[in-house]
């Protein structure tokens, strides 16, 4: 607990309407898109660079915690204040600072919307590709701190390739600015990187400068079904092959079909074991060119039905049946743990199986879709956190589904990122040296361990 | 079991997606968790767990919220937010008793058509005697903490004597089509006359005998206060008068009116309630699907705009028929305004209570209206148009803001509604860039 003098100090620096003390506004800030929640003594929600620095020196010096959120829809409880502390809230900071169309960069506070960056930017007829799936509400803060991926990453990356440089309160409430408007820089250690992902633990950042393209012409969807998994997987690696980079390669297997099927009836076939759904974009005349190629590559390779948008109608109805997963899925139990493990492309189908086979084996409720281009897999155990027995089931399985994507080469984590959820299992990815150097790195940087503690390596 | 424990079951749908922060028009202004649905949720959730009591801190968060039902469109689970919110202010009124103020105005004015008259009068003679004239000039109200004066500018011109004193109960027809009962709703009643006789001319237009029967306040701004016994007792009234008036269709011409009457059937759960329920009809729909409309001869040139009230589309699922209407409309263009069902702040006396708040909301609003070029406005509640006239003129914008039942009438050639408003002004030009 912080003590009333420190209260008042930091009321002192922020302004009183802009600290939260009660018991109703600290729970409200005491949770994210995961099913679990826990209590801030405080909550802060500073407008400056300036602000953040006077606190985390009095941080620092009374030795409280502080954790960053930005909308608080992370899916690996990246911003849960687990070991109380100051929650220190940044969707006050939310202005562009500067859209650069001659050098195609960025320059924004950690508050701005996703979406909203993606529309300013869109105006101007660039281009900022990461889309999470909440990018409606997630900042770019949060992505960044995440280093959040989403559908389009396969063909343009994720959000670290597009993160040119960032301005960071250290835990000493020093200013580091790393990177710049450059896309090229290899003066020493890219610290860009480091803090890019580093889950709010290492600084807090203030501002961010980033990389943005010039906005493809045109987009073409296509769905296809499958009755066979494998064909579905062989039909992606042809694609690629043939030189052809979708931009999104959305994967369905049956459950979520049928779970889809139940909530919105939109004739999904209930009898085929996957769905693709397919988008291509660049110029015109080689969406169109390429749009039906992949068309006669799956129907060569097994596919039971092609069926390709003809206009933004038809687009939207592929569209409305990926969308509708989320709450889709809840319909069977209301817990829903999402998990977020990457495989390398080719063993996708090797995965599902080995996914089905785990839940098949504890009894549980799981469906599985993802980004089949980059082997970005959402298995998602649904079940009932208030039925203990079947949470341990959960947690026996989760372990092992872990451990089957390491074994095939695979990540714990492609876009969610490690936080507390994630955090017992680190040392399976990273052996025991790679679990050091990040503490290492951790301890260096944060040596009093203020910045988001109990977050990526667990509470050891 | 009260209505807020009832409502367990949603709260474990909530999966805190925070969908509903892209879309709440309070946490775009206010960007402060608590006043989000999610946030909302999870402190009823706490509440009915028992760690949480039915603070004056509870009261205020749950009291901010504008029922405007986009949380609930957007919500991939389709948890009914509004229905939560009124529940719980309902409990908190149980435990903690509704205000002074407000208990009388729900328990003593709205109940009786006599006092609610009475203080509509009284309104008129303050603003009529010179009274409003001196408390404007003398800044007096500026003394008071808060928005007072800012409030008392919202007040639209009360009229001086009830709409439905002054016309006939019943309007007849040689051979009518159907026989309707008209809903005035009490802002039609005290202060917009206007959009009461253009309702009662285009019906007329119609072949369509009109009854406008002796009624009351629909209760929704009870059950928006908590205070749900009220609200059902209206509800037994309307629903006692208006079977008894043996009419096919119940025609509302204010949005929030017409979703609660439609509720009815939910409040109060009896078979005439059900069969009253059936009978209702927003203005725009009635005229689009039961009748086949026909507008006037006369041309109205210019560029307008319309706005969803929130009760209209999320609360009736109307938003397709007041468009096609108004593209009836000889002479007339119309333009898409940007997030046009985003609520414009209204919120029935929300913009009272938080005046701030709501004109931040407002002003959104009226940006997106701006960016048509409109110059021209129609919306089908009064609630909206109270407010949208409000921040436009804050804004100094020469927009108009007019009921769909007023542009409608004016295509018609002229009587009685279109002396009363004057608005047979026509504009050669359109639009105002």
């Known amino acids: 607990m912080l003590s009333s003098s420190l209260i008042n100090e930091i009321q002192k620096i922020l302004g009183k309407e802009n600290v939260f003390t009660t018991l109703e506004e600290r729970l409200c800030y005491g949770y994210d898109s995961t099913p679990e929640a826990f209590l801030p003594d405080l909550v802060i929600r500073p407008t400056c660079t300036e602000q953040i620095q006077k606190i985390l020196k009095l941080a620092n010096l009374h030795l409280f915690p502080v954790i960053p959120r930005g909308a608080g829809t992370g899916l690996s409880g990246g911003s849960l204040p687990v070991k109380g502390g100051v929650i220190l809230d940044l969707n006050r900071m939310d202005r562009i600072l500067e859209i650069d169309e001659e050098n195609l960069v960025a320059t924004v506070e950690p508050g701005v919307i996703t979406a909203h960056l993606q529309e300013e930017v869109e105006k101007r007829g660039l281009f900022y590709p990461p889309d999470p799936a909440s990018l409606k509400t997630s900042t770019i803060g949060g992505n960044v701190a995440e280093c959040a991926g989403g559908p389009r990453a396969f063909k343009y990356g994720v959000t670290r390739d597009y993160v040119l440089g960032l301005e960071i309160v250290t835990p000493k409430g020093e200013i580091l600015q790393t990177g710049g408007k450059t896309v090229k820089s290899v003066t020493g250690y ?6 890019t992902g580093s889950e709010g633990t290492l600084g807090i950042i203030t501002k961010i400068i980033l990389r943005l393209i010039p906005k493809p012409e ?47 009836q939109l004739g999904l076939p209930l009898d085929a074991e996957a769905v693709l759904i397919i988008e291509v974009d660049g110029p015109i005349d080689l969406v169109e060119k390429q749009i039906n190629q992949v068309g006669e590559l799956s129907r060569a390779n097994g596919a039971r039905e092609v069926k390709i948008a003809k206009n933004e109608k038809e687009r939207e109805e592929i569209w409305a049946a990926r969308r509708a997963v989320s709450a889709a899925v809840v319909q069977i139990k209301p817990t829903k743990i999402s998990e977020d493990i990457a495989v390398p492309r080719s063993q996708i189908p090797v995965m599902v ?28 155990i649904l079940c009932d956190k208030n039925d203990s027995e079947e949470m341990e089931r959960v947690e026996k399985a989760i372990g092992e589904l872990f451990q089957a994507a390491v074994e095939l080469g695979g990540t714990l984590s492609g876009e969610h990122g490690i936080g507390t959820m994630k955090a017992p299992y680190l040392k399976l990815e990273t052996g025991e040296v790679g679990f050091e150097v990040m503490r290492a790195i951790k301890k260096a940087l944060d040596p009093n361990n203020i910045l988001n503690p109990g977050k990526i390596f667990g509470s050891g | ?108 004015l709205l109940k009786n058509n006599g006092r609610l008259t009475l203080a509509a009068q009284l309104g008129y003679f303050y603003q009529r005697a010179g009274l409003q004239w001196l408390v404007r000039k003398s800044r007096i109200l500026e003394v008071f903490r808060g928005e007072l004066a800012q409030k008392e500018h919202l007040l639209p011109k009360m009229a001086k004597h009830p709409f439905r004193k002054q016309v006939p109960r019943l309007f007849t027809c040689s051979r009518p089509k159907l026989r309707v009962a008209y809903y005035t709703g009490c802002l039609t009643n005290f202060v917009y006359h206007a959009t009461g006789y253009a309702v009662i001319n285009v019906l007329r237009n119609h072949e369509l005998e009109v009854l406008i029967p002796e009624q009351w306040c629909c209760g929704i701004p009870a059950l928006a206060g ?20 043996g009419v096919d269709v119940v025609i509302t011409d204010c949005a929030s009116c017409g979703s609660m009457l439609k509720e009815y059937a939910d409040l109060v759960e009896t078979p005439e309630a059900r069969a009253f329920a059936a009978k209702v009809l927003d203005f725009s729909q009635f005229l689009s699907e039961a009748v086949s409309f026909h507008a006037g001869e006369n041309e109205i040139p210019g560029l307008v705009t319309y706005h969803d009230p929130c ?123």
């Open chain 1, 190 to 195: 890219d610290l860009t990187r480091l803090y």
């Open chain 1, 353 to 380: 199986r080995r996914l089905k086979e785990i839940a098949f084996r504890y009894q549980l409720n799981l469906a599985i879709f993802g980004h089949a281009g980059d082997g970005n897999l959402h298995p998602n």
């Open chain 2, 226 to 245: 908590g205070d749900e016994k009220t609200a059902i007792e209206l509800a037994r009234k309307n629903i006692d008068v208006f079977q008894k008036a």
């Open chain 2, 1 to 108: 079991m009260n209505n807020l424990a009832k409502t367990t079951a949603y709260l474990n749908r909530c999966s805190k997606c925070g969908s509903c922060q892209a879309v709440c028009p309070l946490y775009g202004e206010t960007k402060t968790e608590p006043y989000v649905a999610r946030g909302k949720l999870f402190l009823l959730k706490s509440h009915l767990e028992g760690k949480l009591p039915l603070s004056s801190k509870m009261k205020e968060i749950m009291s901010l919220c504008l029922l405007c039902k986009a949380c609930v469109e957007q919500c991939p689970n389709s948890i009914p937010v509004d229905r939560m919110i009124l529940a719980a202010r309902q409990e908190i009124a149980r435990e903690k008793s509704i205000s002074f103020v407000k208990k009388n105005i729900f328990q003593h």
């Open chain 2, 311 to 433: 009760h209209l589309k999320r609360g009736q699922g109307v938003s397709g028929a007041p468009r096609k209407l108004i593209k009836m409309v000889p002479g007339l263009a119309f333009k898409e305004m940007k997030e046009s069902d985003r609520c414009c702040g209204a919120a029935g006396s929300f913009n009272l209570t938080y005046h701030n708040l709501a004109t931040k909301i407002g002003r959104r609003k009226v940006q997106n209206i701006q960016q048509t070029c409109a110059d021209l406005v129609i919306t089908g509640c009064p609630s909206c148009i109270m407010q949208l006239r409000h921040v436009l003129e804050l804004e100094k914008s020469p927009v108009r803001v007019l009921h769909l039942a007023e542009l409608l009438s004016m295509t018609y050639p002229s009587r009685k509604a279109n002396k009363e408003r004057g608005a047979n002004k026509t504009k050669s030009r359109r639009g105002r860039c």
């Open chain 1, 218 to 264: 045109a987009k073409k969807t296509m769905m296809i079904v499958y009755e066979r998994l494998d064909d579905a997987a062989k039909t992606v690696t042809l694609i690629i092959k043939q030189g052809i980079i979708p931009v999104t390669l959305e994967l369905m297997d049956d459950i979520t079909m049928r779970c889809v099927e139940n909530y919105l």
